[in-house]
């Protein structure tokens, strides 16, 4: 007989452990197992069967790996978290028996010191790997650089967030990295290129903020505590990379009078204060020490070949020699990839140095402005990670870093977020308006006038040049201007999906295109009729028109109308004709001669039908809108039955597939219906603002 089978050893219950059952094994309170849980990256798991996976009749919702738990058993941290029970055990006794200054005294000595580096190394075992999770932590810790310090959010934390942030930005700002940019609704997107990985996080703007009461702030912190060490150790490598000193110094006293990105002052290794390295740069060794760059990254185990440029910088360094230069980017070469088959897919090819080159290049040779309106920090991050060094700003948005004031004429571009700003008045005298003599002091220029020589622009501008590639039309982002659609840059178009960049006629379908002109015509057709006598419809005269014309009307025998001062010269012709044969009376046509009436008596006839109705008011009967109707209908028709046979073939079809297989081409309609329904109304809106007139959203 077989050994009997003991329940909750196997399977489910033995690979899933539930949070109760967590936490008793570890020894500690439920705050400190979800802080172990955040640091270490560990998640709740769903298992199949919470009915299998529980050892107990109560359903449990929460379930961990046991060998997560088990690898949590031997943390360092553990005992750090034990000694902070003990002391809080202390401190509250002390403070029991109204011994405050030993309290204070155990707190200050005996609080034990969190370090979490070797998590940081646990967690990400090469630099690539860090970077590809950054995206979380910038978001998180953006945010709490723009919160205001509350009892929640302590203003140490608040500060040392936005230290971090802007260190990150002047590593960005230096190596121009930044690609992308897109403001929406939550907040400003931002993707950045750091060493081949796209890193892509969301800025919140700088509004009032004013926290809920359903946010647990102590889980937000644990988060902000592991983020703030893993930004600090990307933040020194990344400045060690290229050659600068880490941290970069701060001027407490421009911080406080508003200077954020020019209240850091970058330093280069080895040589503090000098603006140049690379006139200091020795060439043989420089090129040694690139040499050995390049070959250690065409090494096929190299995995990470540009984390590892800050090793060879600072192997070149104890040897001698000086870091690359700063301002130039790092010459790496990628590898090419070519089809072997001339029909396949073409595959773009990456170009990091086409990249930073355009980046470096796109406002470097401007010198702009930032009105007191517009967003000054997101506006200066933008224009410097894109080459421009003179950014100038209003003293009321932080008077130190500003290159220039906003009367100064070196200044080409303005960016302003006001309605249109009028030119310059003219001046009273001959003279110039800024004349400044003995007698008195120069005339005062008014602020809400343009200067002449400088380009106006909306702060939109910037962000959709940065996104094309290449500077847009001044003129479409003018003051007061209708802006043009700003676009996400990660959005791209697909096939039969709307497109807000491409005309209406050339996306829209041949029946959405036939159901529109149909609706036109009815819209005109109700108007028609709804219309009063002795109103005005474009295309139809009026009663008082009518009287005047049938005093200019000469009619025989009640059929003939001749319209004065008509302009028809079908008509004219025709008239003219029974005016030359001598034709004074018409007694109808006999059976044979209907017969031989053509064609165009006929459309004469029905053309001088029309006439009459529209001199009494009245709506004429087209032949041709009814022959227009008729062969509209035929088409639908003709339309409605392919579709029907397509239908009905594909459900033929259908018939003869697996049960998987059509399930899943049933989910593939469906899913391509939806698109299509969405971007059918997206087309039927667009539609809707053009013939109201107002300007299109694109196109």
């Not at 070797?118 to 995206?135: G, S």
């Not at 941290?247 to 209240?263: F, M, R, V």
């Amino acid at each position: 007989m077989g050994k009997i089978k003991k329940k909750g050893t196997s399977g489910n219950a033995k690979n899933y452990i539930t949070r109760s059952q967590a936490v008793r094994k570890l020894q500690i309170p439920l705050p400190d197992f979800r802080r172990l849980c955040i640091f270490k990256g560990i998640y709740p798991r769903e298992p199949r069967s919470k009915k299998r996976a529980s050892k107990s009749s109560t359903p449990s919702t929460t379930f961990y790996y046991t060998k997560d738990i088990q690898y949590l058993l031997h943390e360092p941290l553990l005992e750090k978290f034990r000694d902070q029970k003990a002391l809080a055990k202390k401190i509250s006794k002390a403070l029991g028996r109204n011994e405050v200054s030993d309290a204070a005294r155990l707190e200050r000595n005996l609080t034990p010191r969190i370090r979490l580096d070797h998590i940081i190394k646990e967690r990400y075992p090469t630099f690539v790997d860090a970077l590809r999770d950054m995206d979380d932590a910038l978001s998180m810790l953006f945010l709490f650089a723009n919160l205001p310090s509350t009892e929640n959010v302590p203003p140490k934390a608040v500060a040392k967030c936005q230290r971090l942030t802007l260190e990150f930005e002047h590593y960005l700002i230096r190596t121009h990295s930044l690609r992308k940019s897109f403001l929406s609704i939550k907040g400003i997107y931002y993707q950045a290129t750091i060493q081949g990985q796209d890193v892509l996080w969301l800025v919140p703007y700088r509004f009032v903020q004013r926290a809920g009461t359903d946010i647990d702030f102590r889980i937000m912190a644990t988060f902000v505590e592991f983020y703030t060490t893993l930004l600090s150790f990307v933040n020194f490598r990344l400045y060690t990379s290229i050659g600068l000193v880490y941290p970069p110094k701060l001027d407490a006293k421009s911080e406080e009078s508003g200077a954020e990105l020019s209240a850091f002052q970058l330093e280069n290794q080895g040589n503090a204060g000098q603006a140049e390295v690379a006139e200091a740069l020795d060439t043989e060794m420089h090129s040694k020490a690139q040499a050995e760059a390049d070959r250690l990254l065409s090494l096929p185990e190299a995995e990470a070949g540009t984390a590892e440029t800050g090793d060879v910088q600072a192997e070149a360094l104890t040897a001698g020699d000086e870091p690359t230069a700063v301002d130039e980017p790092a010459s790496t070469t990628l590898d090419q990839f070519t089809s072997l088959d001339p029909n396949a897919d073409t595959l773009l090819q990456p170009s990091l140095t086409a990249d930073v080159y355009t980046a470096s290049q796109l406002f470097e040779s401007f010198t702009v402005f930032l009105s007191r309106e517009t967003p000054r920090h997101p506006l200066e991050f933008i224009l410097r990670a894109f080459g421009c060094k003179r950014v100038g700003w209003d003293t009321s948005l932080g008077e130190p870093g500003a290159y220039c004031s906003e009367d100064d004429m070196r200044i080409t571009h303005q960016i302003v977020d006001r309605p249109d700003i009028p030119l310059p008045s003219p001046p009273l005298t001959d003279g110039g308006l800024d004349t400044d003599d003995e007698d008195g002091p120069a005339v005062a220029r008014k602020t809400n006038e343009r200067i002449p020589g400088r380009i106006y622009v909306q702060p939109q501008w910037v962000w959709d040049s940065v996104n094309a590639g290449q500077l847009q039309r001044a003129d479409l982002y003018a003051p007061g201007a209708t802006l043009p659609p700003h676009l996400s840059p990660w959005v791209k178009p697909k096939k039969g999906g709307y497109d807000p960049t491409v005309p209406l006629a050339e996306q829209e379908t041949a029946a959405e295109a036939e159901a529109d002109s149909e609706e036109d015509e009815l819209e005109a057709d109700e108007a028609l009729e709804e219309a009063s006598d002795g109103e005005e419809i474009e295309g139809v005269r009026g009663d008082e028109e009518a009287r005047e014309l049938e005093d200019e009307v000469i009619v025989d025998d009640g059929m003939d109308v001749e319209l004065a001062a008509s302009d028809d010269d079908e008509e004219d012709d025709i008239l003219d004709t029974k005016a030359g044969a001598g034709i004074d009376e018409w007694g109808g046509f006999s059976g044979d001669e209907a017969g031989d009436v053509d064609e165009s008596t006929r459309e004469a006839r029905a053309h001088q039908a029309e006439l009459e109705a529209e001199a009494l008011g009245h709506m004429p009967q087209s032949g041709k809108n009814d022959a227009k109707k008729q062969a509209r209908e035929a088409a639908q028709s003709k339309r409605t039955k392919a579709e029907r046979e397509a239908l009905e073939d594909v459900e033929r079809r259908k018939l003869m597939m697996p049960r998987r297989k059509r399930k899943m081409f049933e989910k593939m309609v469906y899913s391509n219906a939806k698109k299509d329904e969405e971007a059918e109304r997206l087309r039927a809106k667009k539609r809707k603002i053009e013939k109201q007139g107002g300007k299109p959203k694109a196109g």
